[in-house]
Structure formats: structure tokens, C-alpha cells
């Protein structure tokens, strides 16, 4: 197993590893002075600073935008609430190109509020995602699906498992032209027992996105408990060795939501352990 | 889709559902006194009151034993661990054929503490299985496996897909003589994107035991917060309109493990909301 002690550029940290401390600027500010040349954005964080700000503090500081946080959420009880979705869509997209991002990382949704329908809601993601899929390539800006633990799969994303991803792929894009692929984060897919098999299938072409953290045992929140690498179960070696396999070289994104511990410590000590531990156990 | 409000025969009540209420005597007084012809076992219970007394009860108040609540936990650092989860399991059987269980339940294990191995625990899992088949099927017990939720795949059970068991019984008994096969419970399973396909793989055979309760959204507690059924997202009827074409027709088993609700309530009044759920929204 190579270790990453040697490619410190592959280190990229989610804006939401420091999101309690840092806002937009901030963030930009605490990265680029732990010397990580890497960062994924989020949402509210841009639109609290306006989208032409937070690009400009990006390409200032140099920073390449391994993904952009997040499109999606394309279930909906009625017309109207699909047409809503694709408007947020819209512009989500057009975010992550100003941002130069990577991709545009989607969290499908779930369930509408007092629905049980589920199989009717990954109809819903099937035809939102097909619908976006033209937009996205016009703007040059990929789409990656991220398949979430299947814990969320009632209120936040019904697309659970990389191979259940991969066949939305298939469906939309048959022709594996990777403008629309998978997130791999190892928090939502590391217990699956078609996790090795199904990364093979993705490809490099369809591989966006490694995002690392790590499952705590016990874990006490469903949320908010996520922990530093390390810290955890999830032998992340082995996953990066199944991903980098395929050919995928890209940016390794730490995204740790963790509301008792990572959030209360300065945004500086988060990155120095984080930059720690993507060179010792990731 | 056909009710069940006309087989309240195939009600069973897990004994977890009422477990802070009840020792095994009063769990079989509550449930004789309800009318209810169905409980599935805890080893704990049991154990507590001595097994033939245990049994005594049960036969005195001609309840069906669904199954025994569980064998399994097969996984550990070392061969003093291996070797007493053995130990363990050949109780279990014992147990489960005194009381007239119609499965011991394997909840098969997570990995050992301080590991991050989860193909080798998922090894000792197949190995243990295979070992105890045989001790089993001499003694007239079926050994179900009973595939957690992903969120238990570290601690609990490495085993977390209907597919993924039926993968262990294909490698342990190839021929499906139906000694191995698994517990379908709804809480586990139901976000499955290939549920409906591996509930058909199963088959009759196969197919040892339906459970129901219902995921809550918000849930506030990983283990403890199961819901009744009709009170969270799942769609029972769909799921056990599946088993059901595989020609199930065995115990309908409520466990529920509740902590803020159902196990603060009254027995009485746990086991007739069963009954109306049963009858209405299972």
C-alpha cells in the first residue's frame, strides 16, 4: 500500500470539517495557511459570502474545489415541489462551474414527509437526475451521485449502496461517459459487502469523489458523530487500494461532521490532525 | 393484498417488545391473557427463570415458539473466543429445541474490539456457521440467520443484507436443504435496494421468519428506538407481500426495542396495539 506521505497534494478538506469554526473566508484562510491545497464547498457557507466572493477567495488562495455541496434532493410530494428541486438544481450547477469545482456532489433525498413510497422516490431521483444530466455537461460540471449509509435512507437519501448509484449511471448514461458518477464516502459504504466488486465496476471514469472520515463505535449521534480518521473501524488502506486500483488519482476529501468533539477545537488543530493523519492512516 | 385481520393465529410476539415489563412468566401471561397463540424467546428471559421451567410455561400455555433469540456472535480476537461463542451456540441450540423454537436466531457478530478486519470477521461468521449446521440439524433446530442494519455492521452483526446471508447458506448448504436461511425483519432490510429480487432467491425454504416493528424518522437511538408498526416509513405489506409470493405463511413477529415509548407503557396495552397493527397496517 503507497502511502500518501508523499502526494500531500491530494489532501482536500470539506468545508464542513470546520464549518462550527469558519465561515467562507475564514475557511479559505485556515487551509491555505495549514498549507492543504484543497477544499470542497458548501452551500449556505457560499451563499452567506454571494457566489462571486467565495470563487474569487478560492482562486486567490489557489485552492483547487474537489466538489461542490450539494445538489440533489430531487424527491418531492407534487409538481411543484420537483419544480422547486430542479431550480435549486439549476442553480447548484452553475455554482459549481463559477467555483471550478470538480463535480457537483448530490444527495438524492428521500422519502416526502408522510410517504412510504419508496421505490416511487427512486423513480423521483432517476428522472430529476436525467433531467440535470444535459445542464451539468453544458456547464462542463460533473454530476456525483453519493450513495449515503442506508440509516438516511427515509428523510435524506434514498440511494444507498455504490451499486445501486452505478445502475442510475447505467440508466442515464449508458455509455459511461463519467460526466455523471459516484462519491465514494467511506462513512456511507464501508460495511457493504459489494463495496469491492462494485468499485471495480465504477471505473475510473465513474470514480468522482474519495471522501474519507471514520465510523465510531459506539456511535452516538446519527449525524453528527462522525470521526477523524483512524479513530474508528473503517480500514480506509483498503477501500483507497480498491479506488486507486481503478486508476482514480484524485483528491482524498476529508468530511467529518462530529458536533461533541472535531467542531468545539480550533479550525487549526482539526486541519494539523487531519493533515496528520491523511499522511499515517489513510 | 390480503389482510391478516382474519389470521390472528400468525400474530407472534418477540419478547423484546415487552421486555421491561415482563420476566418470561409474566411475557406468557401477558400474551395468553391478549389471546395471542405466538412468542419468540430471549435467552436472557430464559435463562433467568431456568429453561425447563421455561418450557413448562410455554407448553402449559400452548404458545408456538417463533424462534430463539439468539445464537450467533461468532466472532472474537482469539480461539478462547471462538471457542467459547461455540460453547455458546451449542446451549443455544439446546435451548432452542427444549422450548420447541422453530429457529434459534443468529445474530452473527461484528468485529472484535479494536480490529478494523471486516472480511476476516465476516470469515469467522462462515466458518462458525458451518460449524454449527450440523449441531443443529441433529438436533431438530433450523439456524436462521437474521441480517442487521448496516448501522450494526461494526458492533453487532457483520452480516447486513439478505443477499449477503444468502451468499453463506449457498456456501454452507449448497443443496438449500432449508436447515440455514434467514430472518427477514423489516427494520434491517427494508431500505434494500434488492430486497424484493433476494427475498425471491430465498424462496420457501429458505425463508425462516418475518419480523416487523417500523423505522421512525426522526429515530432518536440507534438500538432502542424501534417503532410500532404504522408509525414510521415502511411499507409492511409491500415487503410481506414478497415473502408471502415465496409462499411464506409462518409467525408475523412483532420486536420492537423502545425505550422512550413502548417500553414505558403497560403490557397489556403494548400487546392489544400490536394486535390492532397486526390487523390493520401489517
Known amino acids: 500500500m503507497n502511502s500518501l506521505a508523499n502526494t500531500p497534494h491530494r489532501l482536500s478538506i470539506n468545508q464542513a470539517t470546520i464549518r462550527a469554526q469558519c465561515d467562507m473566508k475564514q475557511a479559505v ?72 469545482a470538480g463535480s457537483l456532489i448530490l444527495v438524492v433525498g428521500g422519502m416526502p414527509p408522510g410517504s412510504k413510497d419508496l421505490s416511487g422516490a427512486r423513480q423521483q431521483v432517476l428522472e430529476g437526475l436525467a ?22 435512507a427515509a428523510d435524506r437519501a434514498c440511494v444507498n449502496t455504490i451499486g445501486q448509484a452505478l445502475d442510475l449511471c447505467d440508466a442515464i448514461d449508458p455509455d459511461a461517459s463519467g460526466d455523471i ?33 471514520d465510523w465510531l463505535v459506539p456511535t452516538q449521534d446519527m449525524l453528527l458523530d462522525r470521526g477523524m480518521m483512524g479513530d474508528g473501524v473503517i480500514d480506509i488502506p483498503k477501500i483507497r ?10 483528491p482524498i476529501e476529508v ?27 489513510c
Not at 134 to 149: D, N, T, W, Y
Not at 255 to 281: G, H, M, N, Q, Y
Open 29 to 100: 484562510e485556515e487551509i491555505t495557511r495549514a498549507g492543504i491545497s484543497g477544499i470542497a464547498t458548501w452551500r449556505d457557507k457560499v451563499h452567506e459570502i454571494g457566489l462571486a466572493q467565495a470563487a474569487r477567495l478560492i482562486r486567490d488562495a489557489e485552492l483547487k474545489v474537489s466538489g461542490h455541496c450539494r445538489g440533489g434532493m430531487f424527491c418531492a410530494a407534487d409538481k411543484d415541489g420537483i419544480a422547486q428541486a430542479r431550480e435549486d438544481n439549476l442553480r447548484a450547477v452553475e455554482e459549481a462551474a463559477e467555483l471550478g
Open 131 to 152: 433531467d440535470l444530466l444535459p445542464v451539468a455537461r453544458a456547464a462542463g460540471v460533473k454530476l456525483s451521485i453519493e450513495p449515503l449509509h442506508p440509516m438516511y
Open 181 to 213: 458518477g459516484v462519491a465514494v464516502d467511506v462513512y456511507h459504504v464501508w460495511w457493504d459487502p459489494e463495496l469491492e466488486r462494485q468499485i471495480a465496476r465504477a471505473g475510473k471514469a465513474r470514480l468522482h469523489a474519495f471522501h474519507v472520515c
Open 241 to 250: 487500494s480498491w479506488v486507486e486500483r481503478e486508476g482514480y488519482d484524485g
Open 255 to 281: 468530511e467529518i461532521f462530529s458536533e461533541r468533539d472535531w467542531w468545539r477545537r480550533p479550525a487549526a488543530e482539526v486541519l494539523e490532525t487531519c493533515k496528520e493523519r491523511f499522511a499515517t492512516v
